[in-house]
């Protein structure tokens, strides 16, 4: 079964504007982290945001913010003020803590690909 | 610049055929993951070191092996080479293996299998 998914293959969205990138989860531990990453055309992986599922508020960061609704699973992110230097691929990443805390590895959504409009 | 630093960037091959990818964690780093990205299949975990031992296998073929040395960089070998494991190979790190620590990525080698 999937672990994350990210329904919008792509997202267009005109400069200035905010937009939303979807993702939910799939997890029964109730220990977890969640993150986001952004891929630009050159192909380095960028880390952008972190929540906790014990984080009592959303995170920040800059123009980055997460949209956490723990009972619907689901960690949505927000741009706000969309630059042309946004316009990349958005990778969702889910880490479980609570069985195994020697095995950490992220395991990645599908992605989403943002296109900014001038 | 992450300070993971991966080479080769770029190496073409032929099926068949063996290639190493090296990987240096960031200073301070002791775990490193290996991942690999392909058009139909995504970021697919492959495997994780912790300062040297095998920590988790993903969905690394038995035509790969990896390691991670002494110095804590490590190498992902590919055998047998396909048409289908041609794909861009990340290498990844972090301090240690805790609920909060971001993984940083190298800029990844660009494998093509001719």
């Known amino acids: 079964a999937q672990k994350i998914t990210q329904t919008q293959p792509g997202m267009f969205v005109q400069e200035k504007e905010a937009v939303t990138l979807d993702c939910t989860y799939d997890?029964?531990?109730?220990?977890?982290?969640l993150f986001w990453y952004k891929q630009p055309s050159s192909g380095e992986m960028i880390f952008l945001i972190y929540?906790?599922?014990?984080?009592?508020q959303n995170a920040t960061e800059g123009r980055y913010s997460l949209n956490f609704q723990k009972a619907r699973k689901s960690a949505n992110l927000v741009i706000s003020a969309s630059q042309l230097g946004d316009s990349a691929m958005y990778f969702c990443?889910?880490?479980?803590?609570?069985?195994?805390?020697?095995?950490?590895?992220?395991?990645f959504g599908s992605g989403t690909r943002l296109q900014v409009q001038p | 610049d992450s300070g993971v630093t991966q080479t080769p960037k770029h190496l073409i091959t032929a099926t068949g055929q063996r290639v190493t990818l090296r990987c240096s964690p960031r200073?301070?780093?002791?775990?490193v993951y290996w991942y690999q990205q392909s058009l139909d299949q995504g970021l697919q975990f492959l495997i994780q070191?912790?300062?040297?031992?095998?920590?988790a296998k993903g969905n690394i073929l038995e035509r790969f092996s990896a390691q991670q040395f002494p110095d804590l960089h490590s190498e992902l070998n590919l055998s047998s080479l396909e048409l289908g494991d041609s794909a861009l190979y990340f290498c990844?790190?972090?301090?240690?293996?805790?609920?909060?620590?971001?993984?940083?990525f190298g800029s990844g080698t660009q494998l093509s299998v001719l």
């Open positions: 990443a889910m880490r479980e803590g609570t069985y195994n805390t020697g095995r950490r590895a992220l395991t």
């Open positions: 990844a790190s972090s301090v240690g293996t805790g609920l909060t620590e971001k993984l940083f």
């Open positions: 200073s301070g780093d002791l775990s």
């Open positions: 070191y912790y300062n040297g031992e095998e920590r």
């Open positions: 997890t029964s531990d109730p220990s977890y982290g």
């Open positions: 929540q906790g599922s014990y984080d009592q």
